[in-house]
């Protein structure tokens, strides 16, 4: 006996066909969804149905709401490569955005015992530190910290990171054959949520990263991504090679 596939709930009515406006087009990146009170007309619907579809959209990552203005379609995030060492600057301006750079801090530290761990060292020991903010037109998108060994990059202090940025600066003159990369979720501390612009209790996106130079620790470095912005991901070969094009 065939059996009647099962309705979808009402709300879930209405995420559809939400989703399949977004899906195919025909609502693209920024346009405006149509009000509460029209859908609840258009479905015939309670307005706390409608509300809790939009709020399942929301927290889906596919529509954002401004308070007193209405619901749009989210912005595609942005994604970044684990396979290689991402170049954030590139990136935004190849997606025709503005970038701009923050430097908060560049200065020579003693080690903690965790980075004197990571970049094999012995606590107490000199090693340089910074912090920077990257912004994608005016919209903070990565708060970078990172930790240099003056070993291997005695220079460091010294350069324009409002030209060029960390990490653009290490890739281009410090040679590097190792990387790890670790990708968690976590939550901001009150002062990292005030430096990207969002409230402590959205996720963020962590990825630390390692580098080595004939397996001498060259930096450690944690980027901290609210995950309503930004993804990361990466496509390879069944060699395990990076697919590039």
Known sequence: ????????????????????????????????LPSEHELVAQFGMARMTVNRALRELVEQGRIVRVAGVGSFVAENKPQSTLLQIANIASE?????HDYRCEM??????????????WLDKRAGDSVFHSVCLHLENGTP??????????????????QDFGATPPSE??????????IE????????????????????????????RRTWSRN???TWVRCLHPASRYSLGSRFKADGNPSFG
């Open 1 to 32: 006996m065939k059996r009647d596939l099962p309705t979808l709930a009402l709300y879930a009515q209405v995420m559809d066909h939400i989703s399949r406006k977004i899906q195919d087009g025909t609502w693209p990146p920024g346009h405006r």
């Open 169 to 178: 600066y290490l890739v281009r003159n410090v040679p590097f054959d190792q």
């Open 104 to 117: 908060i801090a560049v200065e020579r530290i003693a080690a903690s015992p965790d980075v004197a761990a």
């Open 92 to 96: 935004i301006r190849q997606r025709g």
């Open 216 to 218: 001498v620790p060259v």
């Open 141 to 158: 998108v990565q708060l970078e910290e990172r930790f240099v060994n003056p070993q291997v990059v005695p220079d460091y202090l010294e």
């Open 181 to 208: 990369h670790v990708v968690d979720a976590v939550l901001p501390n009150a002062e990292q949520a005030e430096r990207l612009a969002m409230t402590p209790t959205d996720p963020c996106l962590l990825l630390t």
